[in-house]
């Protein structure tokens, strides 16, 4: 598993490749022609953390100053953008066909009880299938591009009913778990 994925968004983009019927585009400037193509300079710009001008002139070509942070931004908006509406089917397919979902993670982990939050110190390497209920939940808080907050407790939640609590009857669970530390997560379906 690749060590460096921590953004639990990325990682569902990054799986997503699988069912792409086109390549995107590889080039910066022509990635930032069809991101400037298909949404606002003006909206774009912060989340690349550049100006609007900066953003036409590396689209024409002039990538002089384009700083390989700038650049790998670049490619996650990129993956974030390419293809939604194959992606969406590909997802409805996965989950209509009792496809599976699963996560492999490199994290430490924290419960919370009525008695307050107990941190785990141990960093977990884990693979499971993610139940299919939070795996639609994943799915659809993507599609509305949800905080990177919300999907890691989305995350956690299904990983808590998959491999924590999944011997223990359903009134047991009482126990709600925190991804506190994520080092590597990776997604296959």
């Known amino acids: 598993m690749p060590p460096t994925n921590t953004s639990v968004a990325h990682a569902l983009d990054i799986a997503d490749q699988r069912h792409w019927t086109r ?13 400037l193509h298909s949404q ?15 953003l036409i002139r590396w689209a024409d070509g002039d990538t002089s100053d384009l ?3 700038r650049a790998t931004l670049i490619e996650h908006e990129i993956y974030r953008t390419w293809q939604p509406e194959v992606r969406r089917r590909a997802h409805q397919q996965i989950l209509e066909h ?5 996560v492999q993670l490199h994290a430490r982990f924290s419960f919370t009880t009525p008695s307050g939050e107990f941190p785990d110190p141990r960093l977990r390497r ?4 993610l139940p299919a209920l939070h795996a639609r939940h994943l799915f659809e808080a993507r599609h509305g591009d949800a905080t990177e907050e919300d999907l890691r407790r989305i995350l956690a939640d299904g990983i ?30």
Not at 25 to 35: G, N, T, Y
Not at 165 to 172: E, G, K, N, S, V
């Open 126 to 129: 884990l693979t499971e299938d």
């Open 98 to 102: 009792d496809g599976c979902v699963t």
């Open 160 to 189: 808590g009913e998959a491999y924590f609590f999944r011997a223990l009857p359903p009134d047991q669970q009482q126990a709600a778990v925190n991804i506190a530390d994520l080092h590597a997560v990776q997604f296959h379906y």
């Open 67 to 69: 700083t390989p942070t």
């Open 23 to 35: 390549r995107p585009p590889v080039r910066p400037s022509a990635r930032l022609r069809h991101l």
């Open 40 to 54: 606002d300079g003006t909206l774009l710009a912060p989340r690349l953390f550049a100006y609007p001008q900066a």
